[in-house]
Nanobody
């Protein structure tokens, strides 16, 4: 059974940084594009970033370009989201996704 477990969320002041991790089990992530999404209260879930299996291609939503970096370590079966220059509008639950599988999410709260 595939499980994705996000961690690294928390409360941070505006301008701060966090690094999220998504550890997979039950299937190797090495064959798959991995994604990070987020969902803010009252809003739809939105895609933030994606990275292909070999880390040669990445995608970022415009609002996080230059501030967020997605990376992966296939040997550790883990994908990361490094977040810098955080803003209050980045407050949301952050999820990773592989194929049809979702993690449970980790809360990121950015105070002004």
């Amino acid at each position: 059974q595939v499980q994705l477990v996000e961690s690294g969320g928390g409360l941070v002041q505006a301008g701060g940084s966090l690094r999220l991790s998504c550890a997979a089990s039950g299937r190797a992530i090495s064959d798959y594009t991995m994604h990070w999404f987020r969902q803010a209260p009252g809003k739809e879930r939105e895609i933030l970033a994606a990275i292909n299996w070999s880390s040669t291609n990445t995608y970022y939503q415009d609002s996080v370009k230059g501030r967020f970096t997605i990376s992966r370590d296939n040997a550790k079966n883990t994908v990361y989201l490094q977040m810098h220059s955080l803003k209050p509008e980045d407050t949301a639950v952050y999820y990773c996704k592989m194929e049809s599988f979702w993690g449970q999410g980790t809360q990121v709260t950015v105070s002004s």
